[in-house]
């Protein structure tokens, strides 16, 4: 199955995960929130399929096009 990285396309602090490892997205679903500038910038997955793995934790600092999580098509 190909695995497709999910990026932020923003700096920030990583404030949620509403999605755990292992659990079904569907294409445009939230996968994290980024929070920058005082808001709360959503990252959705680029496609449907299970999510599996994140790379990330809540608190964590992310860079603008880092990868956060994988998608398995």
Same mark, same amino acid.
């Given at each position: 199955?190909?695995?497709?990285?999910?990026?932020?396309?923003?700096?920030?602090?990583?404030?949620?995960?509403?999605?755990?490892?292992?659990?079904?997205?569907?294409?445009?679903?939230?996968? $994290?929130?980024?929070?920058?500038?005082?808001?709360?910038?959503?990252?959705?997955?680029?496609?449907?399929?299970?999510?599996?793995?994140?790379?990330?934790?809540?608190?964590?600092?992310?860079?603008?096009?880092? $990868?956060?999580?994988?998608?398995?098509?």
């Amino acid at each position: 199955m190909p695995e497709i990285k999910v990026v932020t396309e923003v700096a920030g602090r990583v404030c949620a995960l509403p999605v755990e490892a292992g659990s079904s997205v569907g294409e445009g679903d939230d996968i $994290a929130f980024v929070e920058a500038m005082k808001m709360e910038i959503p990252v959705a997955s680029p496609a449907a399929g299970k999510l599996k793995s994140l790379l990330v934790k809540i608190d964590d600092v992310v860079a603008e096009g880092q $990868a956060i999580a994988i998608v398995e098509t």
